[in-house]
């Protein structure tokens, strides 16, 4: 399959994870890995706070290592994120680690991989009214990003009109001295996992992934922005007005878990109020062996909102990743704006798609159309390089497949290269009818799964198939978003079945962000916005919006932002109807999570389903996972036995997802946060075969802050659908002002 996501100078990103080999160093270190090793602290002192922390973790490293002039071996040592050190050691030195008194676990370092001008307007943001101006746009607020790097000085990130950081912000900016501002507030990279790479050392991005995302999540209002006359307007992040920290951690395509894990550790201790990461494994390991996980639970221990994409795995199910329930994890959706490129066929039928190179010269008149894959080879079929011939296809509209681990614009090269006069790219079955409008280098349009088999017949019922593409440019208004696209990963959450992911989905297709480089090479070009696709691009949407919940709502907990998140989301799109996936029929679920975010209902969510660090801890040890694998996370001793373990069902979250063999019941106890005096009367759309009960069915509060408790019961019951193995509906707590939805997936054993 081809690459989720667009970039324009032709990067593709693969999503696959390998333990990394280590950077290799002379004499004994020839042959080491990298390990993340935990370690108990130092014992009766703070973690965080202790003066001998530094010596407590190099006791653990064997004497010769210590003493001798190598380079460090020891390349970081964490203070917030988690009890423990990274090291280069082979495996006898690691052995030796392994017998100190203190020792608790290690693991050889792996490696993450990376996972708008419209957005705002279509998440209802207007900036002369209503919660984006009431929420001050983020001010006060501190988005730390850990990425790729950052573009000082690109327009998105200019200080214009904002205010000092707070004074609570302890970071640091590594670039020059006029490079930050009080837009960009720091900029710092770790590397020494990837100290081989060339500019390693410089917080600078040179692929433009981090630049994108940070300009998403808090990007300056930046009037004219375009992509190649494409999608004008005025570009603006998420939450405008607050300050950005970037945390570099990937070099090249590797983003290494222990330089992840120190830019954690520091941008806790920095004072940042949210952390966006758009980066994953390809599969998910469990909690305690989930770096991202361990460093975003001492986040939110700090009172931290941490927003994790899901994932660019889909549409495949038990695909998703960073699914820790501490974190908010984030799906794709497109939006309503198109770009727009219309395959039309002899026979009068047309086909809408998507390009954003939009060439005025290619004329309408219908040329010959072959199909890429008449030879019968498949390679063929995907226009790979070097696998057409000229004679067969100079001058002519060529229709190629999408798929066979080759990206979209390459194939177009293809066609260039054999003299094709364009090409029409259709979708593989999987992806169906998601496309993407990317920077073609030929006339070319990105069409369906439907409309390519349709083009296909065609092709075969006529000797003398003829077409051409009509390029329509930038069109807003398609009444069938927000959908889920194809690329983003979809549950059950394999580590925690019982907490349901994703939490929620956001913008990710064709978003229009801030981009370091001219396009196409073009050093005359004075674009410096670009398009990119993937969950990494509805991750800092839902950070910029949980920055602004958090200007406007202070002393709300991580949770209870989330909480406001899920509860108020749309589960229709512009028709009223229920929001589709890549198939158009109505996405389940595994695909949505609660829903699509909305962000103005999220501001005044009536109710808030609210989860303190320590109220994990019994979740944690009713996954079965042992002390000290419970204390790897929480950051402190913990004794299960001494503690009340639940279900994971039976976590105050504000979704449900339910194994039912036999009769289940869980509580939750929500939180006033609306109205002082209202009350609230359940709703329920319950599974097909399934019969919920609450108790009880009404909630009255005479108070701001004032808890209630309901329990939910749920059972089997007969439907006439006895071999469905998954049913979904949903709860809803209404008032006359309010409604509090929590979807509910059952899952039949």
Known sequence: MDSFFFIALHFVLSFHIHFAHGNELPSAASSSKTYIIHVEGPQGKNLAQSEDLESWYHSFMPPTIMSS????????????????????LTEEELRAVQKKNGFIYAQPERILHRQTTHTPQF??????????????????????????????????????????????????????????????????????????????????????HGTHTASTAAGAFVDHAELLGNAKGTAAGIAPHAHLAMYRVCFGEDCPESDILAALDAAVEDGVDVISISLGLSEPPPFFHDSTAIGAFAAMQKGIFVSCAAGNSGPFHGSL??????????????????????????????????????????????????YAGKNGKQEAAFCANGSLNDSDFRGKVVLCERGGGIGRIPKGEEVKRVGGAAMILANDESNGFSLSADVHVLPATHVSYDAGLKIKAYINSTAIPIATILFK????????????????????????????????????????????????????????????????????????????????????????????????????????????????????????GSGHVNPSRANDPGLVYDIQPDDYIPYLCGLGYS?????????????????????????????????????????????????????????????????????????TFSGENQKEIYSVSFSRIESGNETAEYAQGFLQWVSAKHSVRSPILVNFV
């Open 123 to 208: 998440l209802g943001l207007q900036q002369d009214m209503g919660f984006w101006k009431e929420s001050n746009f983020g001010k006060g607020v501190i988005v730390g990003v850990v990425d790729s790097g950052i573009t000082p000085g690109h327009p998105s990130f200019s200080d214009a009109g904002m205010p000092p950081p707070p004074p609570k912000w302890k970071g640091k900016c590594e670039l020059n001295a006029t490079a930050c501002n009080n837009k960009l507030i720091g900029a710092r990279s770790f590397n020494l996992a990837a100290t081989a790479m060339k500019g390693a050392d410089s917080p600078i991005d040179e692929d433009g």
């Open 321 to 370: 990743i960073n699914g820790a329930p501490w974190v908010l994890t984030v799906g794709a959706s497109n939006i309503d704006r198109s770009i727009a490129a219309t395959a039309k066929l002899g026979n009068g039928q047309e086909f809408d798609g998507e390009s954003v190179f939009q060439p005025s010269d290619f004329s309408p008149t219908l040329l010959p159309l072959a």
């Open 627 to 699: 002390d000290t694998q419970v204390g790897i996370i929480a950051h402190k001793t913990i004794k299960c036995s001494e503690t009340s373990s639940i279900p994971e069902g039976e976590l105050n979250y504000p979704s449900f997802s339910v194994v039912l063999g036999s009769p289940q019941t869980f509580t939750r106890t929500v939180t006033n946060v609306g109205e002082a005096n209202s009350s609230y009367v359940v709703m329920v759309m319950a599974p097909e075969g399934v019969e919920v009960r609450i108790q009880p069915n009404k909630l």
């Open 69 to 88: 002039e190598e380079q460090p071996r020891m390349i970081y040592s964490y203070r917030n994120v988690m009890s423990g050190f990274a090291a280069r």
């Open 473 to 592: 440019g930038t069109i807003i208004g398609n009444s069938l978003a927000p959908a889920v696209t194809s690329f983003s990963s979809r549950g059950p959450n394999l580590p925690s079945p019982g907490i349901l992911k994703p939490d929620i989905i956001g913008p990710g297709v064709n978003i229009l962000a801030a981009w370091p480089f001219p396009l196409n090479n073009d050093t005359d070009s004075k674009s410096t916005f670009n398009f990119m696709s993937g969950t990494s691009m509805s991750c800092p949407h839902l950070s910029g919006i949980a920055a602004l919940l958090k200007s406007s709502h202070p002393h709300w907990s991580p949770a209870a932002i989330k909480s406001a998140i899920m509860t108020s989301a749309d589960i229709i799109n512009f028709e009223r109807k229920l929001i589709v996936d890549e198939t158009l029929h109505p996405a389940d679920v595994f695909a949505t």
